[in-house]
């Protein structure tokens, strides 16, 4: 079996997440399970008028359009998420920084509405800002060095790099990120989203294959859905899994003419947003290679493996903001 090292595997996909005890688990399932039987039957109420619906509804002429909202995703929406809405999407008068003031509201129908009750909750913590630089606050110091680059370089280029639009700021900023990660050059973009859902096509199309963590983020998703190129996804964080995709990729190669993979793309992050987690470990992409480097040489197929860790470029806000802060100071 041309397999690496099962303690090296075990090692790489040991997971280092506390389990809940028992009584947690069972205790949440319980509680989601008897919060999703009454709203079925709330949702039976609704149907046949014994209880106000308070959801904006399609009208009569709409009800042949495509629906915009999958039935689970609106059932969640009004039966599960609307209990505990109040604790979400709270309006606060002041900067977001660390600590902020939030407006108190109350609901009289059950989270549908609310009202404010005109006072106001103060110094309280912010958890869940994309603030998380501070560039919101109201620090003089760091103002001043934004008002100065502003006139120096403008609000925005409002064009294209390959016209008009590329400054030398862009050109340092570039070379910063490839010092920081250890390459020969690198590429920056305005947006994270779009750096992935736009570029992935043009790293594999029809005839690739994609193999992808079950936990990518959106962009990367979308990206891969726009490149054409047939996706397979494996367990989040799992080498087991991982091998056996791509044992089974090299080996038979693409669906109906069994011609071998074009492009082989692995698509992990460097930090996942959704759980949050990393990979296993820093040898994770040679570890990756070093599988496909033996699948190909024990059966001959050509192949051009690209792993690539794209939250080098999904923890992008955080990177980049952080060199231009450096660059501005």
Not at 252 to 279: C, D, F, N
Request: aromatic share 12%; glycine share 6%.
């Amino acid at each position: 079996s041309h397999c690496f090292p099962l303690n090296l595997i075990q090692q790489l996909s040991h997971d280092t997440f506390e389990q809940p005890p028992m009584y947690v688990a069972v205790m949440t399932y319980l509680g989601y399970g008897i919060v999703t039987l009454f709203g079925y039957l709330r949702d039976v109420l609704r149907a046949v008028g014994l209880e106000k619906c308070h959801v904006a509804q399609e009208r009569e002429e709409q009800k042949d359009f495509t629906p915009l909202y999958q039935d689970f995703e609106n059932f969640y929406t009004r039966n599960l998420y609307m209990r505990v809405r109040d604790n979400w999407n709270r309006p606060i008068c002041s900067l977001p920084g660390p600590i902020f003031d939030l407006m108190e509201r109350v609901s009289d129908d059950y989270n549908w509405t609310f009202r404010f009750t005109g006072r106001t909750i103060h110094n309280v913590i912010n958890m869940g800002s994309y603030n998380y630089l501070g560039f919101a606050e109201n620090n003089e110091d760091f103002l001043k060095t934004v008002a100065e680059k502003v006139r120096q370089y403008g609000a925005g280029v409002c064009s294209t790099r390959q016209e008009i639009g590329n400054l030398k700021i862009h050109e340092e900023l570039e070379q910063l990120v490839a010092d920081f990660i250890g390459v020969e050059s690198s590429m920056i973009f305005g947006m994270g989203f779009t750096t992935n859902s736009m570029n992935i096509p043009a790293l594999v199309g029809k005839g690739c294959l994609i193999v992808s963590d079950e936990l990518n983020h959106t962009s990367l998703i979308l990206g891969a859905r726009l490149s054409g190129a047939t996706i397979r996804v494996f367990k989040h964080n799992n080498m087991h899994s991982l091998e056996k995709l791509l044992r089974e990729a090299v080996c038979s190669g693409q669906p109906r003419t069994h011609r071998p993979w074009k492009k082989i793309l692995i698509m992990v992050e460097g930090i996942y947003r959704s759980a949050p987690t990393k990979p296993p470990s820093g040898s994770y992409i040679g570890y990756c290679c070093a599988v496909l480097f033996q699948y190909i040489m024990t059966k001959r197929h050509f192949l051009s493996p690209m792993v690539s860790n794209l939250h080098f470029l999904q923890a992008r806000v955080l990177l980049s903001q952080v060199l231009v802060k450096n660059l501005y100071l």
